[in-house]
């Protein structure tokens, strides 16, 4: 089964930024719908953004909406997630996945290719 690998993540101090990066050298996925989902420890992995095939349309979490944007890059094979005025409850371990199934971008069970994650961690 094919993997994505994300990468960028770091430590950070509140009110910061960090750039997000989610790639693969084992198919070109530009026409794949791609989302991110992050997972803190305890809790269930949740949505973060989701972008279409050949990125005409994105959609956001209510709680990343205004500071996350997500974007992605044809010829580099890559999609991307900036992240702005970062808070301690965004602290998790940052997935990105390919949208395989039929139902809803922002549903953990439509996905696959999961990669190991990145962690980013934003301290107060």
């Known amino acids: 089964q094919v993997h994505l690998v994300e990468s960028g993540g770091g430590l950070v101090q509140a009110g910061g930024s960090l750039n997000l990066s989610c790639t693969s050298t084992e198919f070109s996925f530009s026409a794949f719908p791609i989302s991110w989902f992050r997972q803190a420890p305890g809790k269930e992995r949740e949505f973060v953004a989701h972008i279409s095939g050949f990125a005409r349309t994105t959609a956001y979490a209510d709680s990343v909406k205004g500071r996350f944007t997500i974007s992605r890059d044809k010829m580099k094979n890559t999609v991307y997630l900036q992240m702005h005025t970062l808070a301690p409850e965004d602290t998790a371990l940052y997935y990105c996945?390919?949208?395989?199934?039929?139902?809803?971008?922002?549903?953990?069970?439509?996905?696959?290719?999961w990669g190991q994650g990145t962690q980013v961690t934003v301290s107060s």
């Open positions: 996945a390919s949208k395989t199934g039929p139902g809803s971008y922002d549903s953990a069970t439509q996905y696959t290719g």
